[in-house]
């Protein structure tokens, strides 16, 4: 089954070749028959890279210590899940799934595109060809994930003990699917400048993509969040880490994509910035597999420090996105620009919203890259953390937040501010509101709190002011008003739940930081600790033993307002001995949307353990807010525009009707 692997990988990497190369012929010539070749040759390197994939997964599920991936990244006491999610817990095998989702969503292309132009879909595939041919030979030179061992050891070295989480099984699946999904961006994009020619179509094909793989990186950059928060023991949520920062800067210029293809696909204006957002989006994505995989980063994140590895994938980045950028300073000044509009206009406000957002990805670019280029240079090391990133990334953030529910209100071409801002009175009133409410009553010492509290509930009120607006509420009667509100575009819903759920996550974020208590102190068996109106009494360490762990595991009673339990938290030490590491297994009781975070510390002698306690208010609006947000795309995708070419159900009918197709 090894082998089998192997020699798919190799066929798969031939036939990128071909996807490469022959489509691209068949354009430029113009024959019908070389540009068919692509769709077929997709579809057959995605089944093959799949076969590929499983091969690699049997290995892990069996214990097959022959082979070096599985020996280095995998145990035979391992739970199952564990095993099969390590698969993609290192380099060689994230890799092998980082080209699988690749080629997977190069299929799609071939399978639901037919109503592509025939050239079009040929030139996207060749692009999506060459950025897997890229990777697949990475892979099969520098990170062969089924090179043999002999003789094969009898056990493995365990799995990163950090790793052997449920995580890993949505984390970077869904983080990939975000990173890879932006490739059909850049694959429309250079198809784009390559024919020369670009229109609406091209943008209401861009956008359901850009849609997808924005929904999918928002759930992993959220899922990774949370990873971190439960099982690093730290209680943060953000770090500003270097590798962080890589995944947020797609996130961040994908956003800006998202709102910039809809300019496109309304007005047909905007193109050119598009076809260029597209290219940069991906290209940071490049640049977040170059930083995890070169080894220039010191991170909990980074997978490899092989400078041969890094070479190659810098070779690759500049191949990508030097040649994309090239390719578009040629090209660009001989598309047409596109149409006009007011600047107080639903356009205006998403120019506005672009101009911000590429402006904080830039500042997010710089203080990651600074130190390592400064290092480069001068040899200093120097760490640029939260500091810089509060006083650069946040301005920028505060007007764009503030602006956030005006853009939809607004009328296309030209619009009204002023009728947009006397529709929002109501959204405006509740924020003040809330603010003034942080301020008197909770925390009147904390401007930062007020404000915040008052902009997250100034986004969640204004997402429901669209929506009440478009429905007709207080103008029509309510039966009417229903019916609007039903009869409301998806993406109109898609719209108001992104802008909703982020909202919801400022909102946690603001609360966490502003009302959050912790306590670090030392407790024996039987004693007990207030914690913001909470009371927890230790009840004792207990050992215990897993799979391929001991642990040492410490029990908190939440006591109740009678003095009797009323719940029970459970934190843990655990050592792994292959690995010779010891990892610490937090305690969480969500109480509402709020939690109670436990920390085990190290034990001394008399008996006592230092424990670190938290109460993080509002904490899980943080992810909830992102899952808020996923749903918004989701319910985006489902809207029938955005479906090439598809008739309405009405006429869909009328046509079933007269007998046609």
């Known amino acids: 089954m090894v082998e089998t692997g192997h020699f798919a990988l190799v066929l798969a990497f031939a036939l990128s070749l071909v996807q490469m190369t022959v489509p691209l012929f068949g354009a430029r010539l113009g024959n019908q028959r070389l540009m068919a070749v692509g769709g ?47 698969t993609w817990g290192n380099h060689e095998g994230s890799m092998l799934l980082w080209v699988l989702i690749l080629t997977f969503f190069g299929a799609l292309v071939a399978a639901f595109g037919s109503n592509l132009p025939a050239t079009l879909r040929a030139n996207v595939l060749a692009v999506q060809g060459a950025i897997g041919a890229a990777f697949f030979l990475f892979i099969l030179l520098t990170s062969n994930p089924f090179v043999r061992l002999n003789p094969a050891p009898i056990e493995g070295r365990d799995l990163n003990p950090v790793l052997q989480d449920l995580g890993l099984a949505v984390h970077p699946p869904l983080l990939y699917l975000g990173y890879v999904g932006f490739s059909i961006c850049f694959s429309f994009s250079v198809a784009a400048l390559i024919e020369g020619r670009i229109d609406a179509s091209w943008a209401r094909w861009v956008r359901p993509w850009t849609l ?20 690093l023991g730290w209680g943060g949520f953000w770090f500003w880490d270097p590798v962080e920062n890589a995944s947020f800067m797609p996130w961040l210029a994908g956003t800006a994509l998202l709102h910039s293809a809809i300019v496109m696909e309304k007005r047909s204006a905007l193109k050119i910035w598009t076809l260029l ?11 977040g ?21 890094g070479v190659f994938i810098l070779g690759i980045l500049t191949l990508f996105i030097g040649g994309s950028l090239a390719l578009f300073a040629l090209r660009a000044s001989r598309l047409t620009a596109g149409g006009l509009f007011h600047p107080i206009s639903r356009e205006g406000a998403l120019v506005l919203n672009n101009l911000f957002l590429t402006t904080a990805t830039a500042t997010v670019l710089v203080g990651t890259l600074y130190p390592l280029a400064l290092e480069a240079l001068t040899g200093d090391k120097i760490s640029v953390g939260a ?10 953030m505060l007007p764009l937040l503030v602006l956030v529910p005006f853009g939809p209100l607004l009328a296309w071409k030209r619009g009204d501010v002023f009728a947009v801002a006397q529709r929002l009175m109501a959204a405006f009133a509740i924020a003040l509101t809330a603010m003034l409410v942080t301020g008197l009553f909770i925390d009147g010492a904390s401007v930062f709190a007020a404000l915040g509290i008052g902009l997250a509930v100034w986004l969640v009120a204004g997402a429901l002011t669209d929506l009440a607006v478009k429905s007709g509420v207080g103008s029509v009667a309510p039966a009417i008003m229903f019916r609007r509100f039903a009869g409301l575009p998806r993406s109109v819903f898609g719209t108001a739940l992104a802008h909703l759920g982020l ?10 930081l502003s009302f959050g208590t912790e306590k670090i102190l030392s407790m024996r068996a039987g004693d007990t600790v207030e914690l913001s109106g909470h009371r927890l009494r230790f009840v004792g360490l207990y050992p215990a033993q897993g799979p391929n762990y001991s642990e040492d595991r410490g029990r ?56 670190r306690l938290w109460w993080k208010p509002l904490v899980t609006l943080i992810w909830g807010g992102g899952l808020v947000m996923m749903a918004g795309a989701a319910m985006s995708l489902m809207d029938r525009r955005l479906r090439v070419g598809a008739p309405s ?13």
């Open 40 to 86: 077929p040759v997709t579809v057959a390197g995605f089944v093959l890279t799949a076969l590929s994939f499983a091969a690699l997964a049997s290995a892990y599920a069996s214990s097959d210590f022959s082979v070096a991936s599985v020996w280095e990244n995998s145990h035979s006491l391992q739970p199952l899940i564990y095993k099969l999610t390590g």
């Open 212 to 231: 997808l793989a924005w929904m999918f990186l928002t759930g992993g950059i959220a899922m990774g969040s949370y990873w971190a928060y439960y099982e």
């Open 277 to 287: 957002l597209a290219i940069l989006t991906f290209s940071l994505s490049l640049l």
């Open 289 to 309: 597999t170059f930083l995890v995989r070169s080894g220039v980063l010191t991170s909990v994140h980074a997978f490899a420090s092989d400078p041969t590895r």
């Open 387 to 396: 500091p810089f990133f509060d006083l650069t990334f946040g301005p920028l």
């Open 503 to 512: 909202g919801l996550t400022l909102l946690g974020i603001v609360a966490t």
């Open 556 to 611: 908190f009673e939440l006591i109740g307002a009678s003095g009797s339990p009323v719940g029970e938290i459970s934190s843990a030490k655990r050592f792994f001995p292959v690995r010779q590491t010891m990892t610490t297994e937090s305690g969480i009781k969500t109480l509402g949307f709020s939690q109670l975070y436990i920390s085990l510390g190290d034990a001394g002698k008399d008996g006592s353990v230092v424990v």
């Open 649 to 661: 159900r009405r006429r869909k009918q009328a046509l079933a009707s007269a007998g046609l197709p």
